[in-house]
């Protein structure tokens, strides 16, 4: 699920790109439908659960998905309805602690393990 909402976020930034650099009005307007297009598909993926995997898929780590809110948000409404609050707000600090490489988790041998 992780694989599938990084994938998604590349091809947003692949049709904007395509947007910004067309050379005519007619690839503007090609880029554009297919992106308006994509974007009512990615309406369908962009779920809470998809956001959870991207969070803890290890391909992904250090891509900075502590820095959004969306992101976190729906990382933690999964928490929440598999912990409970209270333990999913622990879990979260303890996964940001790994992501920083905070901690105990910021040790050399810590990030040896991680690599293996």
Request: charged content about 25%; overall charge negative; hydrophobic content about 40%.
């Amino acid at each position: 699920m992780g694989k599938i909402y990084a994938r998604c976020n590349e091809v947003f930034i692949n049709f904007d790109d395509a947007v910004k650099t067309a050379s005519t009005p007619e690839q503007t307007d090609s880029s554009l439908t297919i992106r308006n297009y994509w974007s009512k598909r990615w309406a369908d993926l962009d779920s809470p659960l998809h956001a959870a995997g991207y969070c803890l898929d290890l391909e992904f780590w250090g891509q900075g998905q502590h820095l959004s809110g969306d992101i976190m948000n729906k990382f933690r409404m999964v928490l929440d309805s598999f912990l409970g609050p209270e333990k999913a707000a622990k879990a979260i600090g303890e996964w940001l602690l790994i992501i920083k490489k905070e901690g105990v988790f910021g040790q050399e041998n810590m990030l040896h393990e991680y690599a293996a």
